[in-house]
């Protein structure tokens, strides 16, 4: 195991830092690949997992305004709606930063 490979164990940033620099100064025989391989594939496997949160999230409350809106504010006046407008707008937002971050990337 490389002093690189078990700073990774023992000090992440510091980790991420050391490999950052070495990029820089393409110094490539000396990266951890197989630890940034890893750190790579958890990243998209990250975005993947926040887009889909998201993405849920939205669906629900679109179903909620479609399906129960009208049914739940007859009953109760209190009940705008408001709420769920609020979380619409703030998904369908969030989701579009998510996905332009995502093209950017890919374009790179």
């Known amino acids: 195991m490389t002093d690189l490979a078990r700073l990774?164990?023992?000090d992440y940033a510091v980790w991420?830092?050391?490999?950052?620099?070495?990029?820089?100064?393409r110094r490539f025989e000396e990266l951890d690949i197989e630890h940034l391989l890893e750190e790579l594939s958890d990243m998209s496997k990250s975005d993947r997992r926040e887009l889909f949160s998201r993405l849920l999230v939205l669906l629900a409350h679109l179903l909620k305004w479609e399906y129960q809106y009208a049914r739940l504010s007859e009953r109760w006046r209190?009940?705008?709606?408001?709420?769920w407008r609020a979380t619409i707008v703030e998904q369908r937002e969030q989701l579009a930063g998510l996905l332009r971050q995502s093209a950017h990337k890919c374009l790179r």
């Open 8 to 10: 990774y164990q023992t």
């Open 16 to 25: 991420a830092q050391r490999n950052a620099e070495l990029l820089r100064e």
């Open 78 to 83: 209190e009940l705008d709606g408001r709420s």
